[in-house]
């Protein structure tokens, strides 16, 4: 076999997600040639496949030292940082590449998704505009840009902008369920309006096609099951509501296990941690921890906060989770001597990487919200590192906040177990006895919120929510439907941008009798 053809075979594995296998072949021809900067660059794309970004750091800068030049080795490189979480490395290296070529379109969209995890939505749809430029003149299908810059204008409740991208997208593409999925989340359906009833055939007709991954028929599913349920057809919303959940279990290996383990650990290694032993804090800022299941309303109640005029809404940020896996795990399990050690440090780095990863962000304001849900299982680690900061805890009716979780999908691989019944339920009782034993150790330090009573009691709920986080009365909250300045970019994206409303409350009763497994398996 010659040199090509090695080569040929080497990307075939890679094509093929077989990462090791390519990983093994570029080794042996890295020692004939040490040098080659299109195989060190390969075999770092195969270190990212397996989620192994500081080898591929290492052979991407190596492909770089061989060849300055190598612009898509550089792009590769940033994108390990940027899933490092080193966004000021990765953003300066995206610049570096668009100045050696401003028509690398790779770069302007990895680069935009960069500047939508920061926030600056504004800055990624310009790039995404740039990239879709690019691909026209160059011939090339805009697809994709199109598609994340629709999510963009839709985070930013811009959503005429929104429903022309997707017009876009399908004049190009008829059927592209991600386009139908979008369009369905925005959509408001009504058996009155012709258009409702066109759009659901429509979709209806994709679902049929027979040349559909399940990914593709997952989502169209998803799409179908919301229209039906705006229509109030509950036999069909439910119908395809399981499909969507079908066709993901196949592609979605759940992780319930490891999500029941790390809430265990949690609960057994701070049985002995001294909770009042805090630590000192680098920043002045103070942070207000959103938390609670998914779809218990965490949306909604950082947008209420997010509306106060000396607030910042972060929205849903991983960093306080990549922080901990990274100083407090040893060989994937919470280890307590390294929790104890960081506790007795002179150096809070806890809370220093925290606030590093948040660099490249426009924060004026001195409190901040972090809505990540599933930070309920930190909460000793937060009262611990983040003495100052404030814990609101999200609490809703647990046959609701199920079926919202399993009639939705979500692009988190951390939400792989919402695809079964079981799985949910299952989740859902860990969560409570990890959040009982918080709200007996720490109950000062947290603010339980339910969801029915914001709906039903909104002014003084949100007073009490207010009085809690420190902050003074400001009417902003009490309206923060209209607040446009957070991005919402999660599946509570709709409902977060309109007024309270009481639709949700009890929404699970039609669905009592399709979905045994999960009801009957809550405790």
């Known amino acids: 076999m010659n040199f090509f053809e090695k080569i040929k075979t080497l990307q075939n594995f890679y094509e093929s997600k077989n990462y090791k296998k390519a990983i ?109 430029d690019i691909a026209k003149k160059k011939n090339l299908n805009p697809i994709q840009f199109l598609l994340h810059k629709a999510g963009a204008l839709q985070s930013l409740n811009r959503k005429n902008d929104t429903l022309k991208i997707i017009d876009q997208i399908i004049k190009i593409d008829h059927d592209n369920e991600k386009a139908h999925k979008i369009l369905s989340s925005v959509y408001k359906y009504s058996k009155e309006e012709s258009s409702s009833i066109s759009h659901i055939n429509h979709m209806e007709n994709i679902f049929k096609k027979k040349d559909l991954s399940d990914f593709e028929k997952g989502t169209i599913s998803f799409a179908l099951g919301k229209a039906y349920e705006d229509l109030k057809e509950t036999e069909k919303a439910i119908k395809f509501i399981i499909s969507g959940n079908e066709f993901y279990k196949k592609i979605r290996k759940s992780n319930i296990v490891e999500h029941i383990n790390i809430m265990s650990q949690v609960e057994n290694v701070f049985q002995e941690i001294d909770l009042n032993k805090i630590q000192k804090f680098s920043s002045n800022k103070r942070i207000i921890f959103i938390c609670g299941m998914p779809r218990s309303g965490t949306t909604l109640v950082e947008q209420i906060i997010s509306s106060h005029k000396k607030v910042y809404g972060a929205g849903e940020l991983s960093f306080l989770s990549s922080v901990i896996y990274k100083n407090l795990f040893l060989e994937s399990k919470l280890d307590k001597k390294k929790i104890i050690n960081h506790q007795n440090s002179s150096v809070n780095s806890i809370h220093q990487q925290y606030f590093d990863r948040l660099s490249l962000f426009n924060i004026k304001e001195h409190i901040m919200t972090d809505k990540a849900p599933f930070n309920f299982k930190w909460l000793g680690i937060i009262k611990i590192f983040f003495p100052n900061s404030k814990i609101v805890y999200c609490k809703r009716n647990p046959q609701d906040n199920c079926l919202s979780i399993y009639k939705n999908k979500f692009a988190s691989s951390l939400m792989n177990w919402s695809y079964s019944q079981k799985d949910v339920a299952t989740y859902y009782n860990n969560h409570c006895k990890l959040m009982n034993f918080w709200l007996i150790k720490i109950p000062e330090f947290i603010h339980t919120i339910e969801y029915e009573k914001i709906v039903s009691d909104k002014e003084n709920e949100i007073k009490k929510l207010l009085n809690f986080c420190e902050l003074e009365m400001d009417e902003n909250c009490f309206n923060h439907h209209k607040n446009n300045n957070t991005p919402i970019k999660t599946v509570s994206i709709s409902q977060a941008r309109e007024p309270v409303y009481n639709t949700s409350i009890n929404s699970s009763h039609v669905y009592k009798n399709y979905l045994h497994e999960m009801f009957e398996n809550l405790i």
């Open 24 to 132: 093994e072949g570029c080794r042996i021809l890295i020692k004939k040639l040490p040098k080659n900067s299109f195989i060190l660059n390969l075999m770092g794309m195969s270190y990212q496949g397996l989620i192994r970004h500081n080898e591929a750091i290492n052979c991407f800068e190596l492909a770089l030292k061989a060849d300055n030049k190598n612009i898509a080795a550089m792009n590769n490189l940033a994108n390990s940082f940027k899933h490092l979480e080193q966004f000021e490395i990765a953003d300066e290296l995206y610049k570096k590449i668009l100045q050696i070529d401003p028509n690398y379109i790779n770069a302007y969209n990895n680069y935009a998704n960069l500047k939508s995890t920061v926030n600056d939505i504004e800055g990624s749809i310009t790039l995404y505009d740039k990239a879709i």
